[in-house]
């Protein structure tokens, strides 16, 4: 069973960095591309960032200059370093994987359980 497991969130003052991680396991043949997604209370869901297999990376204007997405690919691990933090940054923040798992032709979406970070002004 494919498990994306969220870690990093917490508070921080505005001004300051964090790093989040997900770590995607469980029968994964190959991962197309991940991404960070936030949403907060009552707000729409919004594309932090992405990165594709092949490395190409897309940025929220929001996220621009200030948040960086990388990937372990040995390890199916996710990251978002997100320094100048202010308080808009705050919601709940969601790791997504577009992965086909072993045995299987299909592409799939699987979304991990949230971690959330608050920025205090």
């Known amino acids: 069973q494919v498990q994306l497991v969220e870690s990093g969130g917490g508070l921080v003052q505005a001004g300051g960095s964090l790093t989040l991680s997900c770590a995607a396991s469980?029968?994964?043949?190959?991962?197309?591309?991940m991404a960070w997604y936030r949403q907060a209370a009552g707000s729409q869901q919004e594309l932090v960032a992405s990165?594709?297999?092949?490395?190409?990376?897309n940025y929220a204007d929001s996220a621009k200059g200030r948040f960086t997405i990388s990937k372990d690919n040995a390890k199916n691990t996710l990251y978002l370093q997100m320094n100048s933090l202010k308080p808009e940054d705050t919601p709940v923040y969601y790791c997504?994987?577009?992965?086909?798992?072993?045995?299987?032709?299909?592409?799939?979406?699987?979304w991990g359980q949230g971690t959330q970070v608050t920025v205090s002004s």
């Open positions: 997504n994987a577009d992965l086909r798992i072993i045995f299987s032709n299909q592409n799939q979406i699987y």
């Open positions: 990165i594709t297999s092949a490395g190409t990376k």
């Open positions: 469980g029968g994964i043949a190959v991962i197309n591309s």
